[in-house]
């Protein structure tokens, strides 16, 4: 419903190019602009014009719920009326059943040994026997031989020159370490037959 007061047109720059767009206010948008007061916090959808609600006074601003000030504290008595303040008393428990660490404990005297680690004990079981330990020097031989194999295998897929450097510096290096290891056996086996 228009209203039959006299609008008028205020021209704001709004836009692109800062176009002049004028905008129609009613006389009652007018005052309230100029008034500053707030915007009525109810309107009616189905009427423009609408009473007037009463004016609040101008320090008096309004601010959404979850802006306010509200101090959502309780007072001390309240509190200790609810019994907030009233500590649990503390009610001691047996962790562990104390006539079973009497037994215990008498046995251990009677005869020395606690009967837990009796039982936790069990049968005997056999120990297995370890792996025999593989000697270095055959390891060495064998890793000679695989080495050996796969430069082989490298030949015979046509990619033999492409290990060949590699596998006789590894198969050298392997050598070299046997070398070492035979001859400390060889100092070892000097030495049992001097002493002896």
Do not use: W
């Not at 007018?30 to 609408?50: E, I």
């Not at 005869?111 to 270095?136: F, H, I, N």
């Amino acid at each position: 419903m228009a209203s039959k007061d006299r609008v008028e047109t205020v021209t704001t720059r709004t836009g692109f190019g800062c176009c002049p767009k004028p905008a129609a206010y009613t006389p009652g948008t007018r005052d309230l602009l100029k008034g500053g007061d707030p915007l009525p916090l109810q309107c009616s959808p189905t009427s423009s014009q609408t009473a007037s609600p009463a004016k609040q006074p101008a320090s008096a601003t309004y601010l959404p719920p979850t802006l306010t000030t509200r101090c959502h504290l309780r007072p001390a008595s309240l509190c200790q009326a609810n019994g907030a303040y009233t500590r649990e008393q503390f009610k001691p428990q047996a962790t562990r059943d104390l006539e079973k660490e009497k037994q215990r404990l008498q046995n251990i005297f009677a005869t020395g040994k606690d009967p837990k680690e009796q039982k936790r004990k069990g049968p005997a079981v056999q120990e297995e026997q370890p792996a025999p330990v593989l000697d270095r020097f055959e390891e060495l031989v064998r890793e000679i031989q695989e080495r050996k194999e796969f430069l082989a295998a490298m030949e015979a897929l046509g990619q033999g020159r492409q290990y060949h450097g590699i596998i006789l510096t590894e198969i050298s290096q392997k050598i070299r370490e046997m070398e070492d290891i035979d001859r400390k056996r060889s100092e070892e086996l000097r030495k049992a037959l001097v002493t002896s």
